[in-house]
Each structure stands twice: as C-alpha cells, then as structure tokens.
C-alpha cells in the first residue's frame, strides 16, 4: 500500500537518446509541446515534442519529435 513516506517517482527524460532533464516529477503534452517540472519547480519546455512512452520502472520519459 502507498504510504505518504514512499519515495516518488522522479523521470529522467530522453529525446534521440539523450538525456535532456533530470528528476521530473510533472509532464504535461499540450499540443505539440511538452512541459516537465523537477520538485524544486524547475520546468522546460519541448517545444514540437509528444510523449512517447513513459516507463515507471525504469523511472523514464521519452519525448518523439512531431517533425518529420
């Protein structure tokens, strides 16, 4: 059961391989942008990007260009 005290989950996110954040406990796909945010409420934007996968396991967001 998840107690309060549990760690959380923070993401590494890659684009092409390469990271491009660390420790994003927030993403948010508007459009064709992508908005991640750390716990300090540090935040980028990707602009022209999708979430591709997520994999909570491996603590991993990748992001896909949405330019061909």
Known sequence: MFKESDN???FKVFKKNEI???D????????KNVTVR???GVSKV???????EVDV????????????
Do not use: H, N, P, Q
Request: glycine share 8%; hydrophobic share 45%.
């Open 8 to 10: 959380m989950c923070e």
């Open 20 to 22: 491009v954040f660390k």
């Open 46 to 52: 990707f602009e022209g990007c999708i979430i591709a």
């Open 24 to 31: 994003a406990v927030y993403a948010k796909a508007d459009g």
């Open 57 to 68: 396991g491996s603590e991993r967001l990748l992001l896909s260009s949405t330019k061909k």
């Open 38 to 40: 750390d716990v300090l």
